[in-house]
């Protein structure tokens, strides 16, 4: 006598079937689901990094514009515009730093030199104060420049000098002592106060 399956297994092997089933849709369904996220997640990573590219690419662009115009503005002697300059490019650049730092150091030394000249130009003039007070800002941005040092101190004798031969002079009773005395000056500051108008005065008979 052949055994039928009865209701109840017929039943459950139904529902073991269909959940076999739904499961394997399911999991079909969750592993494109899967590939859709990972391939999205990818293009967002690749789109992100090409912005992050293009970003940094702009950097460069306006940091290459800021060389420029720092070159442009030290050719026109605005030493303090191509210093900012310089540091704005600096600031945005990373495989230009080479190049910068080469520009801050040629806009530095040519700030120096036009003030070292400014100071050489006084002191031919025999303003010799003036002279000191450029010397003096060049000291104050870098601790050594040229000869500098040894001319700042030159000049700060000779001013000390003329004025203790100048007091020496107003207070000398002797003709000849104040003549001598004023002559000591004339020899280091010609253009000291009034030296050569005593001078004239004293030599007139």
């Excluded at 990972?38 to 992050?52: K, P």
Aim: charged share 35%; aromatic share 8%; net charge positive.
């Amino acid at each position: 006598m052949i055994s039928t399956p009865s209701n109840a297994r017929l039943k459950s092997t139904r529902c073991s079937r269909s959940s076999a089933w739904r499961w394997r849709s399911s999991s079909s369904r969750s592993g494109g689901t899967v590939r859709r996220a990972v391939s999205t997640v990818t293009r967002c990573c690749t789109n992100t990094e090409a912005q992050e590219g293009k970003a940094r690419c702009t950097d460069e662009m306006r940091a290459a514009k800021y060389l420029s115009d720092a070159r442009m503005a030290m050719l026109r002697g605005r030493f303090d515009e191509a210093a900012n300059l310089v540091e704005q490019g600096l600031a945005l650049t990373r495989v230009q730093k080479d190049l910068f730092e080469g520009m801050q150091a040629r806009v530095r030394e040519a700030h120096l030199n036009r003030m070292y000249n400014d100071a050489l130009s006084f002191e031919r003039d025999l303003e010799y104060e003036k002279a000191v007070d450029k010397y003096g800002e060049i000291l104050g941005e870098t601790d050594y420049y040229k000869d500098v040092l040894a001319r700042k101190d030159t000049l700060e004798q000779y001013i000390r000098l003329a004025a203790e031969l100048y007091d020496k002079a107003q207070a000398a009773t002797s003709k000849d002592e104040k003549i001598r005395l004023l002559e000591q000056i004339r020899l280091i500051w010609p253009e000291y106060k009034d030296t050569s108008e005593q001078l004239k005065a004293l030599s007139t008979p």
